[in-house]
């Protein structure tokens, strides 16, 4: 016997439903609200060139499916008539999961794009198969859900992202070489992170969401085109193209950890040699600078570094060098004239930042000048909050889902 | 007094005469003409979704212009009834014209993609300023305008191709540093190359155009995401992705020569250091086998390869390992997974290609499979027969540019 239509399956079944039109009409307006939160059905049907009786019906529509709200009182410019004013309904978000190599981490975004709830966990991530991984991080969304429904907020669909190359539409990690993951299928996991949820849960890569979190929520106002470096125990990195994210033919783009800065430099967990990563990831930096033991080596690092410790700055400034080697060739490939460091980066900003100007200014002078090296104020949270604004825009993108 | 309209004026003028409407359908039966030589006005009415009225006017207008003529009778089908075919005129074509550092080019393109004329003078460029060369390429230009219109083709437009970054929109080549050129203004200069020409001379970067020959008349059947590589004195490159070229923010991607491939590398022309020019360009290689004076240097080359000079195979194949790295590198942060090497990297193959190969499994083991490893078979007239297909596709493009 066939099962009644759930909320977990509106998706396949809405297809039929709406109309192309209606649907495109319905994403529309909803952008309109998401842009211009307060906006009234009048002003909305000006700006998209409906009628407002159409909007009306739309609107009714997407009040129905909890995605907005009736606000206060409008008034469109000073003699306009007042109206109600309609904002992205706060009581709907979206989740995001994070595996990295040194922690774990959920959080919970609304659909205004404000994070409501986050939780890490310290955990050596290293050499763990997914099966130990996954029941840990489905205890943490449970925690999230549960906290977002005290909060009155229903979460319709999230994103995990982990530091690897990922194949999105099969749910499967390709390579994450720092946590030792090569071609793992998440398709029977994925959903159980946030069951039920109509719009489901997908997969990225941590770089990429950290570069979309910095394109919507960070020096995405600025630049319009910039490379993201991301740095974590692995370097990753993600292109932004006239605002959008380069993801490249297969989506693994912007992989500059993985660029080749040295000839002769040691091999990488990848299997290739000389790279970026080795020079300026995470633990690169702490093994250069001497720092050997395990926990808080970021803290003593950087203790060190406000000493004048001499291994502790050297080893810095060589990162920042080969840093700057790749992000130069990375701007000659890609014609790149932007930068932002996030992660690690962004915390040795004063000791990295003067090391990696001057290799931009040896090894290609002009390309990408000072004032275009930016450091991310986002910290921890980047690729939670990218991984989740992505999930929230899928929402926007597709508000025909929700409504039959 | 206002000069009456010209041809050489048409573009401006026209842009008020045709709607858009009917400047789009102009292109979309033109485009179906080009991609089906033959095809008739019933099966392009069928094709396009127009009726056959709209498509016989719109024949017509194409006719007049000169851009489409009458065939063969063709049949559309086993029973369909016989009509006219159209094909693109081949009496009207494009021209190319290209500044190389070791010599001046240019060449003539019909409608349909055939080279009918090509002329090459070699001439030590390094160093000539541009009032030195304009004037030698205006007598070759105007050459091969002399010999189209001998065998009844008109120019209808023209592109100049130069091994430096350009601006296109102001017809400025920003820098060529091979040639010694910084910010040099061309506006006065292009359309003095082919005068009256309806749809004037443009500007752009030679291995732009080399790689654009490669996806229309190469290797782009096979791979639609590519690197090319344009082996010259300077080495440049394009990248090609979802078969079309990916010129970046500026217009300037793809400029691998200038990939940084050793930290501790020579300075380069570029003002960088340890660029992949350094390594892999014509000079890096003459000098390292030790082919030291002017004249045949390839041909020289060649042989001492041929003998197992040890000198030779090793300048080679040191090319070809940094040239590993850098095509390691770019398939890292671009994404690609295939390579087409044009210039002197395809007349260098047999020699070239294993040091490439064993690099790139060195330093990116697995992400570019040898078979993904390809070599140019358009020689020297790539970058020519570029710059004319591009000016060919502008023209196919804005029909309308020619119709009142």
Known sequence: MPHPPTHATVGKHAAGRVGDVRRQNLALVLGGIHRNGGVTRARLAADIGLTKASVSSLVADLLGAGLVREDSIARDGERGR?????????????????????????????????????ESVERRNR???????????????????????ASGVELLGGELTVPGL????????????????????????????????PFGVSLSNEA??????????????TFSDFLYVSGEVGVGGGLVIDSRLYAGPQGHAGEIGHMVVHPDGPRCACGGRGCLEAFAGQDAIYSAAGIEQEGRRMERLL????????????????????????????????????????????????WIAPALCRSLERYAPGLIPAGNV?????????????????????????????IS
């Open 374 to 402: 930016a450091f991310s104020g986002l910290g921890q949270t980047a690729a939670l909050v990218g991984a989740a604004a992505t999930t929230v825009r899928r929402i926007l993108g597709r508000p025909y889902e929700l």
């Open 303 to 350: 203790e060190r570094l406000a000493d004048g410790d001499e291994g502790a700055v050297s080893a810095v400034e060589r990162a920042g060098q080969y840093l700057g080697i790749a992000v130069a060739s990375t701007a000659r490939v890609a014609n790149i004239s932007a930068v932002v460091l996030g992660g690690h980066f962004a915390a040795l900003e004063d």
């Open 127 to 149: 050499g763990s198969a997914p099966a130990d991984l996954l029941p840990l991080l489905v205890e943490m969304t449970g925690r999230a859900a549960i906290a977002a429904a």
């Open 208 to 221: 990429n969401s950290a570069a979309l979190a910095e394109l919507w929520h960070g020096h995405g106002a």
């Open 166 to 197: 990922v194949d999105a539409e099969r749910n499967m990690v390709l390579a994450a070489p720092n946590l030792g993951w090569t071609g793992v299928d998440l398709s029977t996991e994925l959903p159980g992170l946030l069951p039920g949820a």
């Open 82 to 118: 007042p109206g109600t004013g309609l904002v992205l309904n706060p009581a709907r978000g979206a989740l995001a999961a994070e595996i990295s190599v040194d922690h774990l981490a959920v959080g919970v975004l609304d659909l205004a794009g404000d994070l409501l709830f986050q």
